[in-house]
């Protein structure tokens, strides 16, 4: 296992573009860490300057202790999945496994105890005479990971390892490289832009945004019930948090056609009075039933989704030219009709209020649960 350290590292390509912004983290050993956001925010380039593909500009990145900025990527202890699998087409599924230890002149009777060791974790042991190109995409990215697998590193790093396939074989693989987590134990880093495999494979989550800065690092929990800024709240959920511009005055917060007491709900309500705000509440937290301690918002149904054990609500609320779209997810057996007023309830402890201007979230003494 290895513990990695990152003091203010900054990536500045020569062209002056500046991908990553003082990543501040400390990974610890045996750790599964995600890092999760949209393109162009800089989660490969930082997972290309661990592996060595990429110089550190600034900062300075440690592996166990040690300054790694200089070191060799041979001498990082690091095995890489990419997304493209970058398997030998014209090799077995046992010789792939084999070849990295083939290259360092390990014993064949090694050789052979390791494949099939790895096979069987990977449930590859039918498949090691075939070709990759007899393998289906989930077979392909078992190989893949088994190569990685195979070296006995001490870290494992994997740019969005699943992209390439269906939504099944996904699912799949994402169980499986948990578990190949577990029984190994080897720290590893995970990009991906699929916030849904980072809430259900990691630890913890470095959220980035575009630019190279990250906004929030928490476990799934934590970025959840918990989000720092808007982005965050945004990002995190699917679908994502609902937002509803407006300001605070006579300690309430007031929009076109809603007024909501937010003194249970706000440290320091004073302190904010005036102010330009973002109430916010995510789409599944809404009651049907009245609520003691709940918000109650009459919406406008436009649009209803069926997904089976949820039905998706799109509608609005507010009114004229000053109406907010929301997303909705209720009881399939409790979907409104087009067209309708679709009465809800808001909890007090699933209410969020962000400062519109720095879009940070505002302090609050709620528990949520």
Do not use: W
Not at 75 to 81: H, L, N, T
Not at 97 to 121: M, N, R, Y
Not at 186 to 214: C, L, P, W
Request: aromatic letters at 10%; one cysteine or more.
């Amino acid at each position: 296992m290895a513990q990695l350290l990152f003091k203010d590292v900054n990536k500045v390509y020569p062209n002056g573009y500046h991908a990553v912004h003082d990543f501040n983290m400390e990974i610890k050993d045996g750790e599964f860490i995600c890092l999760v956001g949209d393109s162009g925010c800089g989660k490969s380039t930082t997972l290309r300057m661990i592996a060595g593909l990429e110089d550190i500009t600034a900062g300075e990145f440690y592996i166990d202790g040690k300054l790694a900025n200089q070191m060799s990527s041979r001498d990082r202890g690091i095995a890489m999945v990419f997304q493209s699998y970058a398997l030998y087409p014209h090799l077995t599924v046992y010789e792939n496994l084999a070849f990295g230890l083939t290259l360092e002149g390990i014993d064949a009777d090694i050789i052979e105890e390791k494949v099939q060791a790895t096979a069987k974790i990977l449930g590859l042991t039918d498949y090691l005479e075939r070709f990759p190109r007899a393998l289906s995409g989930g077979q392909c990215q078992r190989v893949a990971v088994g190569r990685a697998l195979i070296r006995k590193v001490n870290i494992f790093l994997m740019d969005e390892p699943l992209s390439n396939l269906d939504a099944k074989q996904r699912v799949t693989m994402r169980s499986e490289i948990k578990q190949i987590h577990r029984s190994v134990g080897a720290t590893t880093i995970y990009v991906t832009h699929d916030q849904t495999e980072a809430m259900t494979m990691s630890d913890r989550i470095v959220v980035m945004k575009s630019g190279g800065y990250v906004q929030q690092i928490g476990t799934p929990y934590e970025l959840y019930f918990y989000p720092q800024n808007l982005f965050v709240a945004g990002f995190i959920g699917e679908p994502p948090m609902n937002f509803i511009r407006g300001t605070v005055e006579g300690g309430k917060f007031t929009a076109s056609g809603l007024s909501f007491d937010i003194k249970p709900i706000v440290k320091d309500v004073k302190a904010i009075e005036g102010k330009k705000v973002v109430f916010a509440f995510r789409p599944e937290a809404i009651k049907i039933d009245a609520q003691k301690d709940g918000y109650v918002v009459t919406s406008d149904v436009e649009l209803t989704e069926l997904l089976g054990d949820t039905t998706n609500v799109y509608a609005t609320v507010g009114e004229g030219e000053e109406n907010v779209n929301i997303i909705l997810k209720v009881n399939p057996h409790h979907t409104p009709e087009v067209g309708a007023k679709f009465k809800f309830y808001i909890p007090q402890n699933a209410a969020y209020l962000f400062d519109a201007e720095t879009e940070q979230v505002i302090e609050s003494d709620i528990s949520r649960h």
